[in-house]
């Protein structure tokens, strides 16, 4: 994959979820520095997290002021012109599904390049992908979504897989990221309408469930 793709990859996940950390700040009434707190943290954290641990410092988000431009401007954007984001989007949860898909195939491009072996690249794609929904939600207060929600962190798994498959094949990067984000965006949501999930702790007998009659 070329810089230049890279990059862009980058920046559009940048942005979009960055535009979700943004309406889930409106949704819980912030004010505007609140909003952009939220859309920085929430587009930059996952990428912060993979450059730290591949050695990239200063992180990207920090040391190339486009990365703070874009989540700025998709904060603002959100914090404006909440009701047209949501007419286009209809929910957060499609936004963050977006970012999900973009970031989990460039961190493990990035990865990839950074000479990691594929499967810690796979894992690294992962963690990229769920960061910024991490710090989102903790932010709020929320248990993050990642930890009880249907398929997330194996969705981004999922994508970041076929990007570091495609290397191991030689293939072509550029088709591979795309096909990794479809894969990854498409199981997202089709765990958003369809309520897919891993099983969850308990089963039917969670501890909080009443006793049986």
Known sequence: ???????LIDLAGTFVFALSGAMAGVKHRLDLFGVLVLSFAAANSGGI????????????????????GVSLLAGVAGFCFPSAVTRRWSSVLWLDAAGLALFAVAGAQKALA???DPVMATLLGMLTGIGGGIARDVLLAQI??????????VA??????????????????????????????GLRVM????????????GKDRPDDPPAT
């Not at 997290?49 to 703070?68: C, E, K, N, T």
């Not at 993050?144 to 962190?153: G, I, N, Q």
């Not at 309408?193 to 702790?201: D, E, I, K, M, S």
């Open 49 to 68: 997290a993979r450059d730290l641990l591949i050695g990239a410092v200063p992180p990207g988000a920090i040391s190339d002021w486009r990365f703070l």
């Open 191 to 202: 765990a958003i309408r369809h309520g897919w999930q891993l099983p969850v702790a308990g």
């Open 114 to 116: 950074a000479g990691l």
């Open 1 to 7: 994959m070329t810089p230049t793709l890279q990059l």
């Open 144 to 153: 993050p979504t990642v930890l009880r929600s249907e398929l997330y962190a």
């Open 156 to 185: 981004a798994l999922a994508g970041a897989a076929i990007v570091v498959l495609a290397d191991v094949l030689q293939l072509p990067a550029g088709p591979a990221a795309l096909v990794g984000a479809a894969l990854c965006f």
